[in-house]
């Protein structure tokens, strides 16, 4: 059975940082692209970034670009977002989820699938 | 701010079908494929529809997904209870080079 459980979300003031965790099991972890989305409180979701299967190739959304950076441990099976100079805006719910189609590759045909995390909760405030 | 567009809220009564339109550009809907997911109340997203109109195991056929143009729309048939959740279109972005989800759409079954 694919689980994917998210870590590390808590309360951080503006301009600090936090490292995420998502544990994946149930899959050959590293043939599969992975992705970071995140919902505000009462808003809608935004995809964050993504993470080919090797970890070569990294992509993010404009709003984080040079403040996150996403990683992944195959040997661990373990999928981290570090997130740096966090602004009240970054205050969301986090998941991750594993990308389809079926490939280590992230492509413009990649897309969070049909297993997420339960979420993380990361609070910026003061 | 999202580049693709849903109505904020759509509803019916049970039985009923219900459309959701999810409206784009060249760049993102235009030349790539469009997938819809389902969100329930206090609960991660599904996925509810993959390039267009490609249904994952264990979602009913009364949901289908179309595209034509720069827009694409989720329709469900015989509306439920259970089906009162957010719906999100989403689809990559030429422009952007990322992912973009729809502003999302809350549909009520009255």
């Known amino acids: 059975e694919v689980q994917l459980l998210e870590s590390g979300g808590g309360l951080v003031q503006p301009g600090g940082s936090l490292r995420l965790s998502c544990a994946a099991s149930?899959?050959?972890?590293?043939?599969?692209?992975m992705s970071w989305v995140r919902q505000a409180p009462g808003k809608g979701l935004e995809w964050v970034s993504a993470?080919?299967?090797?970890?070569?190739?990294?992509y993010y959304a404009d709003s984080v670009k040079g403040r996150f950076t996403i990683s992944r441990d195959n040997s661990k099976n373990t999928l981290y977002l570090q997130m740096n100079s966090l602004r009240a805006e970054d205050t969301a719910v986090y998941y991750c989820?594993?990308?389809?189609?079926?490939?280590?590759?992230?492509?413009?045909?990649?897309?969070?699938?049909?297993?997420w995390g339960q979420g993380t909760l990361v609070t910026v405030s003061s | 701010q999202s580049v693709l567009t849903q109505p904020p809220s759509a509803s019916g009564t049970p039985g009923q079908r219900v459309t959701i339109s999810c409206s784009g550009s060249?760049?993102?809907?235009?030349?790539?494929?469009v997938n819809w997911y389902q969100q329930l109340p206090g609960t991660a997203p599904k996925l509810l529809f993959y390039?267009?109109?490609q249904r994952p195991s264990g979602v009913p056929d009364r949901f289908s997904g179309s595209k034509s143009g720069t827009s694409a729309s989720l329709a469900i048939s015989g509306l439920q209870s259970e089906d009162e959740a957010d719906y999100y279109c989403?689809?990559?972005?030429?422009?952007?080079?990322?992912?973009?989800f729809g502003t999302g759409t809350k549909v009520t079954v009255l």
């Open positions: 989820a594993k990308d389809n189609p079926p490939t280590s590759l992230f492509y413009s045909g990649s897309y969070p699938g049909d297993y």
């Open positions: 149930g899959f050959t972890f590293s043939s599969y692209a």
């Open positions: 993470i080919s299967g090797s970890g070569g190739s990294t």
């Open positions: 060249s760049s993102n809907i235009g030349t790539n494929t």
């Open positions: 390039s267009n109109n």
């Open positions: 989403a689809a990559w972005d030429d422009s952007l080079n990322g992912y973009v």
